[in-house]
């Protein structure tokens, strides 16, 4: 029944030669073809934000976003490369410090989303992080501590570049 | 040595903590339910009823067995028809339907299949004959003679009902100089938290059935699965896996997903998983009890509290789940903040064809404080009393003892009151805001865990191993709160050790204490002394070795920083994991620790509703500063300041997260959050149009403080009482208080909708003739 065509990905560096049915999402295909779990499966609508990748640097919603789609760009998750991404582990960092993880289930796509908004704009203002999260639903912390956690990353990493 | 219940000078505890478990969150490794797979599994959907009421006449699944892929369909004649639920009085719920469905998404039959995509496509084919049946879904509607009947055992559709009286209110009414009569009425509100319930079943050759779940309480589902499979506990093992969010409901007992995902495991002898969408989530039962309240309150001239006299309409959906001991609570909770010398409490929840309700953050706490405290902000206008003086001349004091036998050990509402002021400014605001800007002031309330009639008691086992680290198990679930960090902290306080060297195990029903679960604020209050105790045998084990290998008494011994120390002559000092291995190999000692808390023989009588409910009891004040667009009715949160006294906090890390977290969720509660039912069926059961606070919802930093009032609790471990209920019962009152003083719209129903609001305002234009 199922017409399965062949997709080569790049996830997190690393190249994924795959056959999936081609209207799978990115997000079926990262958490059930590769078994990549830690990207979020909430909503399914694009409306929690738990489900975020970077493509090309962007962040997305991977339930909406066709993995076929995807050939031939960058996708990055919570993962992160082999060699680890510095930027990626000082954002963990800051959200572990500055107890912006509660249940947890947010924070991969909070994490990920982070790491969008610092790499275009590596100094944000309180407004602009808010506005970065406004795609992504926190119901355990009231996102206090993930704005102070998303605050001191962004110092961290400017102090680390200004080195 | 040991006793360190004067102690407030802390080696770990008192200290911002990151959770323990946060690295692991942050970097996607923690594995939530619908992370697991497992070799064979199949994949469990449900068919749910497109009827609010009806009869089953018959199912016809034989299309969707017949369906390539497909490896059993089940339907509620496979289980034994045990009902079950959360109190021996209230069973009324079935794993699926039999005979008759209640609300419109009940659950009716089960399919497992290779993929999701087949199991869902099976269920398509199950073909159900209903006889449709008059439904009723308002509760007064629901009471009238004449109604459809939901029950068969419970006529006038009573699901519950509950009263109290203490003191003379009729001759208090009498005596008050003033007195005034308010109705209010709340909205059912989700949980809301991001992970969907998710299970994974497993029934092996030797009959025993194991189920993976993001349960908060894994006990209280193990009893209940026993009950609706009707095998034997012993034979079920229920192993906790991380919870993405609770906040009680569907994560709190067993759901039809878990029986099903067992018997169609029995069935097909593979795993079988099953996750909800976020539709399903939103559609079934699980929520915060819909109100109506209507309250009477007499008071003296300068506002002291005479009597209080509420009835309360809950509805409460088809089913009963916690909804015996929701409106309970509503009633006990009527004798905190403030002092009720007469009051008399009438409930009823009634059953109705929609989705059942049940406990949510805050519980029914939450209703009943946003409607006393807009009613006392309007006595105080009446009688032109400062809105903090009236609270301040009714508030509860330290060594209370309530009408309905509440012991209040520490309880800092006027401290609490003192800081909103201050960190608010209110002075300087109240009143004198400009146009379409005001603040108001709420408060509350809350409870370190109830006593219950059945089992209340908390315990804790460690062991210690040979490199001087501990296992601690609990039956206690971390649901993102933080428990497996402050449950270590506390016993790493005690042996002296660091919070990483104490291993808290995840609850597995096969392995770990037996426990209530985690609900009602009650885990850092009564798992906590039960850690504390285990980790104080441990310590008693310890010293005892060495003493006899020092030298010295054991009493005069001290654990620290990985040390066991003489008090006495502080050269005079052992490392632990020398102690330990020298126990160990030499002396072939195993040292381990076993603690339990709460077994009280101090019951509650359910029937008067007297009895000393919980412990602990912590207030809880706050202010909230609003902005209100006059041409759209939206409300901006423009700032919130609470206070609460939490005790000593533990880890003020967590506490904060705690507080504001349950502010937040208030926020949402007050202003937009409401699931739309029009005859039974849910309106907006998607995150698009069910709205939760967004990050852009809150107030700036510089403007979201809170405060803990530091007491020290007698019953609590190291001084601690509950944080992550009490700071969200006050919210609402203060923001439907601030936007009277923006507007001068008094909103006694909530949501506070742009639309209720703006139609406020235009009647008070017109009164006063500007339209």
Redesign the interface.
């Known amino acids: 029944m199922s017409t399965l065509v062949a997709v080569t990905l790049q996830i997190n560096g690393v190249r994924h030669d795959i056959e999936i049915q081609p209207w799978r999402t990115l997000l079926e295909v990262l958490r059930e073809t590769l078994g990549m779990t830690g990207t979020k499966r909430s909503c399914g609508e694009g409306q929690c934000g738990t489900c975020t990748v970077l493509i090309d640097g962007q962040a997305v919603n991977s339930c909406m976003y066709l993995a076929i789609e995807a050939q031939g760009k960058a996708i990055a998750t919570i993962e992160g490369p082999p060699e680890g991404d510095a930027a990626l582990q000082q954002i963990q960092r800051s959200f572990v410090a500055k107890g912006a993880v509660q249940c947890g289930f947010c924070t991969p796509g909070m994490v990920v989303a982070t790491q969008a908004l610092l790499s275009h704009n590596p100094d944000p203002c309180e407004d602009e992080i808010r506005e970065a999260l406004v795609g992504h639903l926190c119901r355990c912390t009231g996102y206090v501590q993930i704005v102070e956690a998303i605050q001191d990353a962004a110092s961290q990493l400017a102090n680390k570049g200004g080195e | 040595m040991l006793n360190k219940d004067t102690q407030r000078e802390f080696q770990v505890l008192g200290k ?1 903590t ?2 323990k ?12 339910a ?2 697991i ?1 497992m070799p064979g599994m199949l994949h469990g959907k449900l068919l749910r009823s497109p009827h609010p009421h009806a009869r089953i006449v018959s199912i016809d699944v034989s299309r969707a067995m017949a369906l390539p892929g497909v490896r059993a369909v089940i339907t509620g004649r496979d289980f034994p028809g045990v009902r079950y639920g959360n109190l021996p009085q209230t069973r009324d719920y079935l794993p699926l339907a039999i005979d008759t469905v209640r609300y419109l998404g009940e659950e009716v039959a089960a399919v497992a299949a290779v993929d999701e995509d087949t199991a869902e496509e099976a269920i398509e084919l199950i073909h159900v004959e209903y006889e449709v049946l008059a439904a009723t879904f308002d509760p007064e509607e629901a009471m009238k003679p004449g109604a459809p009947q939901l029950h068969g055992q419970s006529p006038g559709n009573i699901s519950a009902h509950t009263e109290s009286h203490f003191g003379d209110v009729e001759a208090a009414f009498a005596q008050a100089d003033y007195v005034r009569e308010d109705f209010f009425e709340t909205q059912p509100v989700k ?6 319930h998710a299970c994974v079943g497993l029934w092996d050759s030797f009959g025993k059935a194991t189920l993976w779940s993001c349960k908060m309480s894994p006990y209280a589902v193990w009893r209940q699965l026993a009950m609706g499979l009707d095998i034997k506990p012993g034979d079920i093992r229920v192993v906790q896996t ?6 009680s409901g569907g994560k709190q007992e067993a759901m039809p997903m878990d029986f099903c995902a067992l018997l169609l495991a029995k069935k097909t002898g593979r795993p079988v998983k099953f ?1 909800h ?2 539709e399903e989530v939103l559609i079934i039962g699980h929520m915060r009890h819909p109100m109506k309240i209507w309250l009477k309150t007499g008071t003296t001239r300068d506002g002291r509290i005479l009597a209080q006299h509420v009835k309360l309409l809950a509805n409460g959906g088809a089913y009963s789940s916690i909804g015996g001991f929701s409106i309970f609570l509503a009633g006990a909770m009527i004798n905190l903040p403030y002092r009720v010398p007469n009051m008399k409490f009438e409930a009823d929840r009634v059953y109705t064809n929609n989705g059942f309700c049940g406990a949510l953050r805050g519980h029914t706490v939450v209703q009943m404080c946003f409607a006393r405290d807009s009613q006392l902000e309007m006595i105080a206008a009446e009688l032109r009393l400062d809105p903090l003086e009236i609270r301040r001349r009714n508030a509860i004091q330290d060594g209370d003892v309530t009408p309905n036998g509440f012991r209040v050990n520490t309880f800092a509402f006027d401290e609490c009151i003192t800081r909103v002021a201050e960190m608010s400014d209110w002075s300087n605001k109240k009143g004198k805001l400009p146009k379409y800007r005001g603040i108001g002031f709420g408060c509350g309330a809350h409870l370190s865990g109830a006593r219950l009639m059945g089992h209340s008691a908390s315990t804790a086992e460690m062991r210690m191993l040979e490199d001087g680290t501990v296992h601690l198990t609990t039956g206690s679930t971390d ?4 428990v497996e960090t402050v449950m270590s902290m506390i016993a790493a306080e005690v042996l002296g050790v660091g919070v990483d060297d104490v291993h808290y195990l995840k609850v597995d029903s096969a392995a770990t204490p037996l426990d209530p679960g985690t609900f009602g604020s009650r885990v850092t209050l009564f798992t906590g002394n039960a850690v504390k105790q285990a980790a104080e045998e441990i310590a008693r084990q310890l010293a005892e070795v060495a003493a006899a290998r020092m030298g010295v008494a054991a009493e005069d011994l001290e654990f620290r920083k990985h040390e066991i120390i003489n008090r006495k002559d502080e050269k005079q000092r052992v490392s632990l994991k020398e102690i330990v291995r020298w126990g160990m190999f030499q002396q072939g000692r195993i040292f381990s620790g076993r603690g339990s808390y709460g077994y009280s023989e101090e019951k509650i009588d359910f029937r008067t509703g007297h009895g000393n409910l919980s412990p602990a009891y912590n207030p809880t004040a706050c202010a909230v500063e609003v902005e209100v667009d006059p041409e759209t009715g939206q409300v901006t949160v423009v700032g919130l300041w609470g206070a609460d006294d939490s005790g000593t906090p533990l880890n003020p ?2 506490v ?2 705690q507080v ?6 208030s926020i949402g509660h007050a202003l937009y959050e409401n699931l739309i039912r029009i005859d039974g069926k849910v309106m907006n059961p ?3 149009d069910y709205k ?5 919802d ?1 107030p ?2 510089a403007n ?1 403080k809170h405060s803990n009032v530091i007491t020290w609790e007698p019953e609590g471990p190291f001084g601690a009482k509950e944080a992550g209920q009490g700071a969200g019962t006050g919210v609402i009152a203060a923001i439907a208080n601030a936007v009277f003083d923006a507007t001068g719209v008094r909103l006694n129903r909530l949501p506070l909708t742009p639309e209720r609001i703006l139609f406020g305002i235009k009647r008070l234009q017109e009164q006063n003739g500007e339209a």
């Open positions: 911002p990151p959770k478990d946060a690295p692991q969150k942050a970097a996607g490794r923690a594995e939530y619908d992370d797979s949980q809301g938290m991001l992970e969907p991380y919870v993405g969010g609770g906040f996750v969408t976020m649901v993102g709160q933080g890390m967590a904060k997260g504001i977290g349950a502010a937040v969720m998607s995150f698009r939760m606070p967004l990050a852009t809150m700036l930093l979201f």
